[in-house]
T-cell receptor, first 114, second 113 residues
Framework: DADVTQTPRNRITKTGKRIMLECSQT?????MYWYRQDPGLGLRLIYY???????NKGEISDGYSVSRQAQAKFSLSLESAIPNQTALYFC?????????????FGSGTRLTVV | QKEVEQNSGPLSVPEGAIASLNCTYS??????FFWYRQYSGKSPELIMS????GDKEDGRFTAQLNKASQYVSLLIRDSQPSDSATYLC?????????????FGSGTRLSIRP
C-alpha cells in the first residue's frame, strides 16, 4: 500500500456540487498539506495542518475547506465546485524531525468541474 | 510574495550530455532547498535536498547552492531518456524540511536520443 493514499484518483463533477477529496497516510507524520497544480503554475498551497488541532490557510484557500479527522486523515472539500477549480490535487505529508526528505506526496486526484 | 523562479523550458538536451537546471529564490531567509522530479500526471518525487553553500552529489545528480546569489541549480550527468520530466525547484524558510515549502513552476526537460 502507498504511504499516502488519495481518493478518488479521478473525478468529474458538476458546477455547484459539493465534493470531498480524501487523504490518508501511514507515515506517522504530523504535518499534512493540500496543493493544487495547474499547467504552468506549479504547486500552490491550499491548506496545511501541523497537527490534529492545527489548521491553516495557504495561499489559495478561498472556495475550499478542510478537516483533519485524525493524525492520518486530512480531507479537502469544495463547498460549491466551479470550473476554475479543475486541477490536479495533491496531498503531502512531512515529518518535522526529518531534515532531508521533504514531503511525501500522494498520487494525486484529477478533478474536472463541468 | 516569496517566490521561487524557474525557466519553464522546454530544455532539450542530447542523450549522454549534461543537463543544467537553474532556479532563483526571493526569500533570503530560505534555508532548505529541494529538487523534485515529476513525470506527466504523476506526483513529484524528491531527488535532491541541499542546505549548505556548495555542491552536493548523488549519483548522476549534483545540486549546487549559492545563498549570496540566491541561486540553486541541478546538474544531471550522462542524461538518459528516462530523465525527461518536469523538475521542480523548492525552498523552505526553516531548517526543518517540514516547514512550508514554496515551489517553482518547474522546468520541462526533454532528453533527445
Amino acid at each position: 500500500d502507498a504511504d499516502v493514499t488519495q481518493t478518488p484518483r479521478n473525478r468529474i463533477t458538476k458546477t455547484g456540487k459539493r465534493i470531498m477529496l480524501e487523504c490518508s497516510q501511514t507515515k506517522g507524520h504530523d504535518r499534512m498539506y493540500w496543493y493544487r497544480q495547474d499547467p504552468g503554475l506549479g504547486l500552490r498551497l491550499i491548506y496545511y495542518s501541523f497537527d490534529v488541532k492545527d489548521i491553516n490557510k495557504g495561499e489559495i484557500s478561498d472556495g475550499y475547506s478542510v478537516s483533519r479527522q485524525a493524525q492520518a486523515k486530512f480531507s479537502l472539500s469544495l463547498e460549491s465546485a466551479i470550473p476554475n477549480q479543475t486541477a490536479l490535487y495533491f496531498c503531502a505529508t512531512s515529518d518535522p524531525r526529518d531534515r532531508w526528505n521533504g514531503y511525501t506526496f500522494g498520487s494525486g486526484t484529477r478533478l474536472t468541474v463541468v | 510574495q516569496k517566490e521561487v523562479e524557474q525557466n519553464s523550458g522546454p530544455l532539450s538536451v542530447p542523450e549522454g550530455a549534461i543537463a543544467s537546471l537553474n532556479c532563483t529564490y526571493s526569500d533570503r531567509g530560505s534555508q532548505s532547498f529541494f529538487w523534485y522530479r515529476q513525470y506527466s500526471g504523476k506526483s513529484p518525487e524528491l531527488i535532491m535536498s541541499i542546505y549548505s553553500n556548495g555542491d552536493k552529489e548523488d549519483g548522476r545528480f549534483t545540486a549546487q547552492l549559492n545563498k549570496a546569489s540566491q541561486y540553486v541549480s541541478l546538474l544531471i550527468r550522462d542524461s538518459q531518456p528516462s530523465d525527461s520530466a518536469t523538475y521542480l525547484c523548492a525552498a523552505s524558510p526553516g531548517y526543518s524540511s517540514a516547514s512550508k515549502i514554496i515551489f517553482g513552476s518547474g522546468t520541462r526537460l526533454s532528453i533527445r536520443p
